[in-house]
């Protein structure tokens, strides 16, 4: 039991926003009041405030229009409260009870014990980014499923081909400062829209503007950063590879290049000047839907923001990626500031991510040791395919945590099929009830970001960050972590380190034999709140080289990409599902579709606080005009977009932000909160990118027609 202290006074907590996206903000949260908590821990009985950090160099003192109501999150009328165990039958209607802790741990864990008994790869873990959180997300939860057997999941849904790709070219995740863009002379934001998903970068682009920086925008969608561009290019889905290759052609047909910077610093650059001898404006044209004199002139623009004038600072996504060939479009791109040297500037370069940046001690976060059998591992992008397989061991029980997958695994309804099975044991660890806890056999009330402790890393930063508890949590809410070591208490595991304190996990999580964490420590961090790592404030991670690749250098031709059976040069992979690459099926379905982020969610995250919900208003479908007329289809008519695999509804926009052939539903809705009870990912695939295994999420063709309430 907690007591509460008679205490009025506000103080402010040191934390660190937990969600997908690549800002990750500082935050000082305001509380009033003082509850004791059972270990003397004393924490603020009610959060009144929060606010960003205007002391963190990256954060500045702005939240996103999200986080900013993260009160509303919290203190939501529909948060989980109690342990809930279902009564009836399965599905959007499924109704719960309140249960104790003690009973919600007894059912999961004998079921757990006697699936072990014959299999406990039956037993599937399933967990992504709800937080970011190297505590919270991916440590105890890692060793107490190790440690049981069960079957490893591939954690794949979001960046696993673009990291594959940056990985081939540069040797990791790693890339240019988000805080120098606002010194670039010319800015592509190729596949990114930061006004939706990265605030941050996006003051520093339009500081640029300011400047004087050109800013250019590549993307099927006029997203609101496209509209606020000097030029927006609306290149087809899936075809990135070959503008990049394209402009490498311009590049080193108008020589320009930095030879120095190639000769020092760089692999395979004659080979590289075959291939792309082959890649004209022209050609990639007929691919990308561009003309080809845009093309050139981009590639000029690029060529020319050097030396003096220069540089040239590339912000690619992860959109982008999520096509068959979405990791050699990414490999592809960051090809580019090396031939330019543009990686000689801090503000020159490519942004993927930052996360290959960070010293971190995966093997003490997550022990792998533990593994005592030879699990299979199950990719998360495939679960539809996975919960449907019943040959042996059959997915038998489903632990859901920091994820809706109902929601946000494509093809969902093979998902939804496989999630009624009577004969699947479902638990879902979650702040609401989501559309995955209507499948749920147990639901467990989840703690949010203010309720517990963390630390964070950032993929768009170089900031380590802490995470302190600011208010006790609310109701019988409990933290992934704690919920771990009540479960490894039940099954009677006795390995000391399923019960370490989220403080000891933390501890180990920062790996201080590494110069770039040098003068960084657990309790300096606790106590400043945030830590910049250990590089030079004018981080320039490749101007002298040093590549993370085998051979050291940028490399234009790939042993490694060869071996894993991917062409080693540049090249253009098709998408599956084109006009162009799959004219068959485009007979039937002509449309390409993307599920671009809508402003005011982050993934499914927010999709039920009402301020935010009211402000997307509704499911949209971006239609351009050509495409509408051909149909019958008038602005905010209600149609269904449908495919061999499914169907689902939106409101049509006739707005031009979509280029003609293209498609954009903005995403991702709750099933439950969308006409028809079902979202974009009814239509998509579970078909996986051509390296890193990823989803195809942008790969994708369907057709519109008119709803049957409104054609009636």
């Known amino acids: 039991m907690s007591s509460v202290l008679s205490n009025p006074q506000q103080r402010v907590v040191k934390a660190a926003c937990p969600h997908d996206c690549p800002d990750t903000c500082a935050m000082h949260v305001t509380v009033e009041g003082e509850t004791r908590m059972p270990d003397g821990t004393v924490l603020g009985t009610r959060a009144v405030k929060v606010a960003g950090d205007a002391a963190h160099p990256t954060t500045a003192g702005v939240l996103c229009n999200k986080v900013a109501r993260y009160l509303e999150r919290t203190y939501a009328a529909d948060r989980l409260l109690h342990p809930m165990r279902r009564v009836g039958p399965k599905g959007p209607n499924a109704r719960f009870e309140a249960i104790s802790w003690g009973e919600a741990l007894e059912a999961i864990t004998s079921r757990f014990k006697a699936i072990a008994t014959d299999d406990p790869q039956g037993i599937l873990p399933y967990s992504y980014a709800g937080t970011m959180g190297i505590v919270q997300a991916n440590s105890i939860d890692r060793r107490f499923f190790h440690k049981l057997g069960a079957s490893l999941l591939d954690r794949t849904i979001c960046s696993n081909a ?30 990114t829209n930061p006004v939706t998903s990265s605030v941050h970068l996006w003051t520093r682009v339009t500081e ?68 792309v001898a082959q890649w004209s404006p022209a050609r990639a044209a007929q691919i990308t839907g561009l003309e080809a004199a845009d093309i050139e002139s981009l590639a000029r623009d690029y060529g020319n923001a050097r030396g003096e004038s220069g540089p040239a600072a590339i912000r690619i996504n992860y959109g982008l990626q999520r096509t068959a060939g979405g990791a050699m479009s990414c490999r592809t791109i960051a090809c580019l500031p090396a031939l330019t040297g543009a990686w000689r500037h801090a503000a020159g ?119 302190h508890p600011a208010i006790a949590p609310v109701g019988e809410s409990k933290s992934d972590s704690e919920v771990f070591r009540l479960l ?35 309790e300096k961090l606790k106590e400043q709140g945030w830590m910049r790592l250990n590089v030079p404030e004018r981080w320039m991670p490749f101007a002298e080289g040093n590549f993370r690749t085998p051979s050291g250098k940028c490399e234009f031709y790939s042993e490694k990409a060869r071996q894993l059976g991917l062409d080693p ?41 009402k301020v935010l919900a009211d402000a997307e208003k509704e499911p949209f479908l971006d239609m351009h005009e050509i495409d509408a007329r051909a149909r019958g289809i008038a602005d905010g008519a209600m149609v269904r977009i449908f495919n061999g695999r499914g169907a689902f509804q939106a409101r049509a926009r006739v707005r031009n932000h979509a280029r003609p052939g293209v498609v954009a539903a903005i995403s991702v809705w709750w099933h439950k909160k969308a006409p028809g009870k079902l979202n974009a990912n009814a239509v998509t695939s579970q078909a996986l990118t051509d390296l890193g295994r990823g989803p195809t999420f942008y790969d994708c063709l369907v057709e519109v027609e008119l709803a049957a309430e409104a054609s009636a």
């Open 208 to 275: 640029a503007k300011r400047r004087g920086a050109k800013v250019i925008a590549i993307d099927p969608y006029k997203s609101l950063s496209a509209e606020k561009c000097h030029q927006w290019l609306p290149i087809n889905p899936g075809t990135d590879a070959a503008l990049a290759l394209a402009m490498m052609h311009v590049l080193v047909r108008d020589d320009l290049l930095d030879h120095d910077y190639i000769a020092k610093y760089t692999l395979g650059f004659e080979q590289l000047k075959e291939r």
């Open 569 to 609: 040069l540049p090249d253009f992979i098709a998408p599956r599902e084109s006009p162009q690459s799959n004219p068959a099926l485009a007979e039937k379905y002509p449309l390409m579709v993307i599920s671009p982020p809508a402003r005011n969610f982050m993934n499914s995250t927010f999709g039920n606080i």
């Open 162 to 191: 673009g990291k594959a790709g940056m990985d081939i070219t540069l040797g990791g995740n790693i890339g240019m400062e988000m805080e120098r863009f606002d010194e670039a002379k010319l800015i592509l934001l190729w596949g």
């Open 349 to 467: 370069g490519v942004l993927l991510g930052t996360g290959s940046t960070y010293p971190v001690n995966v093997k003490a976060l997550e022990r792998p040791d533990l593994i005592w059998n030879k699990p299979r591992t199950i990719n998360m992008s495939t679960l539809g395919d996975a919960l449907l397989d019943l040959k042996e061991p059959p997915v038998r029980a489903l632990y859901v945590y920091s994820s809706n997958p109902a929601a946000v695994a494509p093809e969902s309804g093979k998902v939804l099929e496989g999630l009624m099975r009577e004969d699947l044991f479902t638990v879902v660890h979650d702040c609401f009830l989501t559309d995955t806890c209507d499948y749920a056999d147990i639901v467990l009330p989840a703690t949010t970001q203010l309720e517990h402790f963390d630390i964070h890393k950032s993929y768009g930063h170089l900031y380590w960050l802490v995470n």
């Open 488 to 522: 490894a208490a039940r099954m009677g595991f006795t390995e000391p380190c399923l019960f370490d304190s989220d403080e000891q996990i933390a501890a180990v999580a920062i790996d201080t034999t590494h110069p770039y964490n040098e003068g960084i420590t657990f």
